[in-house]
C-alpha cells in the first residue's frame, strides 16, 4: 500500500509539471494532463477507501472469532 502511494504522489508530481507546462504551450495536452491528473487523484482516493473498508472487516472477523472462540 504504502509504495503504491508513493508511485501515485510521483504521478501527481510529474502530472502537474506536465500540465503547468502545456499550460503556455498546448491547450490539448494541458487538457490531457489535467484528465490524467484528475484520473490519478480519483484512483488515489479510492485505493484508500477500499483499504479502510478491508481494515474495518478484518477487525470485525477479529471480533467474531474472539466472540466464537470464548464460547467454545
Not at 484512483?43 to 484508500?48: D, E, I, R
Not at 478491508?54 to 472477523?61: G, V, Y
Amino acid at each position: 500500500m504504502g509504495e503504491a502511494e508513493s508511485y501515485f504522489k510521483l504521478a501527481d508530481l510529474r502530472f502537474t509539471a506536465g500540465m503547468n507546462k502545456a499550460a503556455t504551450t498546448d491547450p490539448q495536452q494541458y487538457e490531457l494532463f489535467m484528465g490524467l491528473l484528475n484520473l490519478n487523484t480519483a484512483t488515489t482516493l479510492s485505493l484508500g477507501a477500499v483499504s479502510s473498508r478491508i481494515e474495518r472487516l478484518h477487525q470485525k472477523i477479529d471480533r467474531i472469532e474472539k466472540k466464537l472462540g470464548s464460547v467454545r
